[in-house]
T-cell receptor
Framework: TQLLEQSPQFLSIQEGENLTVYCNSSSVFSSLQWYRQEPGEGPVLLVTVVTGGEVKKLKRLTFQFGDARKDSSLHITAAQPGDTGLYLC???????????FGAGTTVTVRA | DVKVTQSSRYLVKRTGEKVFLECVQDMDHENMFWYRQDPGLGLRLIYFSYDVKMKEKGDIPEGYSVSREKKERFSLILESASTNQTSMYLCAAGTPNSPLHFGNGTRLTVT
């Protein structure tokens, strides 16, 4: 059982559509991070959220941290083929110095 | 920008061989990590190190060992490779409670 559950596992959409990826846990996290990984490369950090209820925007990407700091979401507006990749959430649970990862969501944006 | 370099992109080894995966980082970060990445399972922590000659077991250390003789270098050792160790191996570096910087991964196939 993973500490962080991501959904959906796979997402395939047409260019211009919106999408949301979810990251949920029963544990409280001191912070949550979102990474994107492209084929043949390592994950690259997109954003870190640390405050419950926090919303961060990165161009067409909107990240939200739940009020109770147990969940997060990533919303992409008007997706483009360049958004294709594996999206991973990761976090430090309270009193745990290790970073735990979700299983990832594979996003495919078709031109 | 932190650069984490893994010495091999692809490796093919035979069952029972001793395998060394090398990782070097150039930003003097205290912490270094080895993960393996498998479809549907996300990233699972094998070992990490928070200082030279220091190591801690992660979630799946069985069948692996590590070495950190210098701050910039963290090696993962498979004492006797088995087919269930076929995977993508990712090295990462970072400071405490900070996001991680990943290498591009080593895809290991054990036949």
């Amino acid at each position: 059982t993973q500490l962080l559950e991501q959904s959906p596992q796979f997402l395939s959409i047409q260019e211009g559509e919106n999408l949301t990826v979810y990251c949920n846990s029963s544990s409280v996290f001191s912070s949550l991070q979102w990474y994107r990984q492209e084929p043949g490369e390592g994950p690259v950090l997109l954003v870190t959220v640390v405050t419950g209820g926090e919303v961060k925007k990165l161009k067409r990407l909107t990240f939200q941290f739940g009020d109770a700091r147990k969940d997060s979401s990533l919303h992409i507006t008007a997706a483009q083929p360049g958004d294709t990749g594996l999206y991973l959430c990761a976090g430090h649970a309270l009193d745990d110095y290790k970073l735990s990862f979700g299983a990832g969501t594979t996003v495919t944006v078709r031109a | 920008d932190v650069k984490v370099t893994q010495s091999s992109r692809y490796l093919v080894k035979r069952t029972g061989e001793k395998v060394f995966l090398e990782c070097v980082q150039d930003m003097d970060h205290e912490n270094m990590f080895w993960y393996r990445q498998d479809p549907g399972l996300g990233l699972r922590l094998i070992y990490f190190s928070y200082d030279v000659k220091m190591k801690e077991k992660g979630d799946i250390p069985e069948g692996y060992s590590v070495s950190r003789e210098k701050k910039e270098r963290f090696s993962l050792i498979l004492e006797s490779a088995s087919t269930n160790q076929t995977s993508m191996y990712l090295c990462a570096a970072g400071t405490p409670n900070s996001p991680l910087h990943f290498g591009n991964g080593t895809r290991l196939t054990v036949t």
